[in-house]
């Protein structure tokens, strides 16, 4: 009989997978960053607990293409500064992906809130443009012209802050504890400039980004960077508390009432 492909894959499967996912080589990636203030009631307003606004109310926009052996991503984010535990870092309210598999398995296993979007990185001489778009809309686009080299930054670590959680079967909230994950990534550069230029959110139903003014832009880069990320769970957290929250995660916040038809068993 031929090998049903559905069915249980061996010890020595599941270990050579593992190990083949552990010795990924480098892949670098070519991006923009913009970092801008924002108002501190509106960053405030979008931390679950246990988090916390940091001195300085920062939302940052990170727009990349990545070099994936076989097939280039679209990777990127809108975050906001938070605190948890004495530590600094980030929140991100949305990571738009163009592709399945980055999706997946950052929403499984860390809890990311990824989705399926657009992302563009474009360079024309000294001018750059870089835009996150779903459902027709460039909800975040920054635009501008290279200023000139930056110094390189040592290697740095980085903390980004997640939600992992199940919504309950019967629509009650979670099926058990949400869990708060600190993913820290340490970060490589190795090419890096500076760029003048500007931020601007455009009004989304489904990624209300605009919500976090552009205040005063603390800077733009374009770059190239190398990353390995890993994770923890930092806490277990209040389901009652993070509930008013899980609309950020879904387009429609009904979704996760979503049950299948009847008699569709």
């Keep these: 009989m031929a090998r049903v492909r559905y069915a249980a894959r061996t010890e020595a499967e599941i270990a050579a997978a593992r190990t083949a996912s552990s010795r ?53 984010s809108v975050a906001v500064a938070a605190e948890h535990g004495g530590v600094g870092g980030w929140y991100p309210l949305v990571m738009p992906m163009t592709h399945e598999r980055a ?25 750059v443009r870089a835009a996150l778009a779903r459902h027709g809309i460039a909800f975040v686009e920054v635009r501008g012209a290279v200023s000139g080299a930056l110094p390189l930054p040592e290697p740095a670590r980085r903390t980004d802050f997640y ?6 079967v019967d629509g009650s909230g979670f099926d058990a504890d949400p869990v708060l994950v600190h993913c820290v990534r340490d970060e490589k550069v190795r090419k890096l400039e ?20 552009v205040r005063a ?11 390995v990320q890993r994770g923890h769970v930092a806490e277990r957290v209040s389901a009652r508390a993070l509930l008013p929250y899980i609309h950020q995660r879904y387009d429609d916040p009904a979704q996760i009432l979503d049950g299948p038809p009847e008699g569709s068993g």
Excluded at 27 to 42: F, L, Q
Excluded at 45 to 74: C, E, F, H, Q
């Design 24 to 76: 990924l080589p480098e892949v670098w990636s070519t991006g923009v960053v913009a970092v801008w203030e924002s108002d501190p009631d509106a960053v405030a307003a979008v931390l679950p607990p246990p988090l916390k606004p940091t001195g300085r109310p920062l939302v940052r926009a990170n727009i990349s293409k990545v070099d994936l052996p076989g097939y280039p991503l679209g990777a990127g």
């Design 103 to 127: 999706l997946i398995g950052g929403r499984e296993v860390f809890g990311e809130p990824k989705k399926l979007g657009e992302v563009e990185v474009e360079r024309d001489g000294l001018v």
């Design 163 to 168: 939600f992992k959680f199940l919504p309950a």
């Design 194 to 213: 500076g760029v003048t230029g500007d931020v601007v959110l455009r009004e989304s139903m489904y990624d209300p980004v605009a919500d976090l003014p």
């Design 217 to 227: 832009v603390a800077g733009i880069t374009i770059g190239e960077k190398t990353t």
